[in-house]
């Protein structure tokens, strides 16, 4: 027997305004977009991204698919932030595994439009006197590379800044399968 159910438990960003209304895990908002356009019932309120900015916190495929669905619900602006450093245009052909060819991916979702941002990271999610997300606190990031590619992360010496977002997603990987109701199942 094997179970195939992926990995969904979302990697959180536990920060300063975490809590604030706006900021929503990358699944939360997708699952229910595709339920709305699918016509099906759900119990959450609704999260649309209609005249918003939009902060899409994390540069991989999930994220792709915020900037693409965020676009669709005609965002007023969509912003995606990533930690790690801009990729090059064009792959090392002999890189092998596990030191997989990098090199930089655009989706046909960064192609509709969105502004790109590498080497951030999220400090603190900003909001009004209402509890509404407004903005994140964020700062360059430099990364000490081995030959590996491997090595830690620090903070640029210079300000923090805001980059708006009236709604904000997490959108940085999942951690592990969701252990219930498939592990109550054995």
């Not at 092998?96 to 930089?104: G, H, I, M």
Request: aromatic share 6%; with cysteine.
């Amino acid at each position: 027997v094997v179970l195939t159910g992926g990995s969904e438990k979302p990697r959180d960003l536990p920060l300063p305004g975490r809590d604030l209304n706006g900021v929503h895990f990358a699944m939360e908002y997708l699952t229910q977009s595709n339920r709305r356009v699918a016509g099906e019932k759900y119990a959450e309120p609704d999260i649309l991204s209609t005249d918003k900015n939009v902060l899409v916190i994390g540069g991989g495929d999930t994220g792709s698919d915020c900037v693409g669905t965020s676009i669709r619900q005609n965002a007023a602006s969509i912003t995606q932030i990533e930690i790690m450093p801009k990729p090059p245009e064009k792959e090392d052909k002999l890189a092998t595994w596990p030191d997989w060819p990098n090199k930089l991916r655009t989706s046909y979702s960064h192609e509709e439009g969105c502004e790109r941002k590498w080497s951030l990271t999220t400090k603190d999610c900003i909001g009004d006197a209402t509890g509404n997300v407004q903005a994140a606190l964020s700062v360059e990031v430099s990364w000490a590379r081995d030959d590996k590619g491997q090595g830690p992360m620090s903070e640029v010496a210079g300000p923090e800044f805001e980059v708006p977002g009236d709604t904000v997603c997490i959108a940085m990987c999942s951690v592990h399968p969701v252990h219930a109701p498939m592990t109550a199942f054995w």
